[in-house]
């Protein structure tokens, strides 16, 4: 496969089994590919760059593209390698000059960037998985590419700060005429292209349909409901970063509950309080259920660290020794697997590394809802999930809610609004039931 330097992005696709092939050029501009999950797009990423020959559907050559290339990482942990923010916004400049006045300057102009306007000691695992995102755009733009490929790199992001990364991206391609592809299992991003795209299992194709609004869930009457109460509490992360400061709430009666908020705002940490992970300085919070202390687990936004390196089937057998998945559910969550197209046959020796992250979260999810929990926390479950598996998970879940409980931690606003019946806005220090309007009417 011979590869030239060029200031455009050119490539040829093949579909072999489906008798597709055709030649894709792109030049300055943000263009956007959406995708389903499975359907390739960090293959076909990583065919441009290289680093993969072919995928089981398709291959690439005649690879065309300019030499100085960045690529955005759908985990925003694997991008991030510096213990401070401030080395980890130098690390890239310094990979490519010696030149500290250089250096320096090109520092204090990333850094009038207003979130980029905290502390330069801090560690960058302290950020929410959205900052993380945005920490990683602004340090591949720094150093000037011709290309950024970015693979679902945006995901984290509510609507307000995807909409102003949109922003600082487009202004970056302006000034330094650069090419962007963003690979996307968020359909709504479409609107966002130059040109629009979509990857199937088949082809690649100019985005023709319509993107229709996803209906309001209607759940199931219950007696019996869980009540969550915060009083008083106060908590701080980081000794600088005060989170909850005499934190008072209280939300009655709800089967589901989503919690949604800026990136950074506190949603993951009020999990991680709700689970006794982290301890409030002061005040109290309870989730109960009939003034009993309700029973919890959670699946965290990065997924494999739920399962290190054990294989999926190791995952299940631990659930069933320590007695909170039934043994003879097993096969009903196989059966639960496979209405979402998921054969565990094929799965469950694969590790957390050899699975695509939406897999691997749909996975776990369908494993939790058949354990003896009370309630289940899902910390961004719609990430790198395509329209039509959100509307899987959403079936999975309704029925999950005939007799267990939900609480949803998500920036997607339009899934949480479509599914719970009570819905938490942090920044609001509101709770309302009513839909809102997704990104693409906002």
Excluded at 135 to 141: E, K, P
Excluded at 205 to 231: A, G, R
Excluded at 270 to 281: C, R, T, V, W
Aim: glycine share 6%; hydrophobic share 35%.
């Amino acid at each position: 496969m011979e590869l030239f330097v060029t200031d455009l992005l050119q490539f040829k696709l093949s579909f072999s089994k489906f008798n597709f092939e055709n030649s894709f050029t792109f030049g300055s501009g943000l263009h956007v590919i959406y995708g389903e999950s499975g359907r390739g797009k960090s293959a076909l990423i990583n065919q441009i760059l290289g680093f993969e020959k072919s995928h089981e559907n398709f291959e690439l050559s005649n690879i065309n593209r300019p030499d100085e290339v960045q690529k955005i990482f759908q985990n925003p942990d694997t991008q991030i390698v510096s213990s401070t923010l401030d080395g980890e916004l130098a690390f890239s400049l310094e990979c490519r000059s010696n030149d500290q006045a250089f250096i320096s300057k090109k520092l204090k102009n990333i850094r009038e960037y207003e979130f980029l306007k905290m502390d330069g000691n801090r560690h960058p695992a302290t950020l929410s998985g959205g900052e993380k995102e945005m920490l990683n755009i602004i340090t591949a733009f720094s150093v000037d590419p011709k290309l950024i490929l970015i693979d679902d790199g945006l995901s984290f992001l509510n609507t307000n700060k995807k909409q102003e990364m949109i922003h600082y991206i487009q202004d970056r391609i302006e000034i330094s005429n650069c090419i962007v592809l963003w690979l996307t299992s968020d359909c709504n991003d479409l609107q966002f292209g130059k040109t629009q795209w979509e990857l199937t299992l088949s082809s690649m194709h100019e985005w023709k349909n319509q993107i229709n609004p996803l209906e309001k869930i209607i759940h199931h009457k219950k007696t019996n409901y869980v009540n969550l109460k915060c009083k008083e509490m106060t908590f701080t992360y980081n000794e600088n970063r005060n989170l909850f400061k005499g934190f008072n709430l209280q939300i009655d009666n709800f089967r589901s509950l989503g919690i949604t908020g800026s990136n950074g705002s506190g949603k993951t940490t009020l999990a991680k309080l709700l689970l006794d992970i982290e301890k409030p300085e002061s005040g109290s919070i309870s989730l109960t259920q009939n003034d009993e202390k309700a029973s919890i687990t959670y699946l965290e936004q990065f997924p494999e660290k739920m399962i290190g390196a054990e294989s999926l089937a190791d995952f299940v057998e631990r659930l069933v020794s320590v007695g909170k998945l039934d043994k003879h559910k097993i096969s009903h969550g196989i059966n639960n697997l496979k209405s979402c197209q998921l054969e565990w046959a094929q799965i469950k020796e694969k590790t957390a590394l050899d699975l695509p992250w939406s897999t691997l979260r749909l996975v776990l999810t369908i494993w939790l809802i058949n354990c003896k929990y009370d309630l289940l926390i899902l910390d961004e479950p719609t990430f790198g999930l395509g329209r039509e598996q959100v509307l899987t998970l959403i079936r999975q879940l309704h029925l999950y809610l005939n007799n267990k409980y939900l609480i949803i931690i998500s920036h997607d606003t339009e899934f949480i609004y479509t599914f719970c019946d009570r819905v938490y806005d942090l920044d609001q220090n509101t709770i309302n039931t009513e839909k809102k309007n997704s990104i693409t009417n906002g």
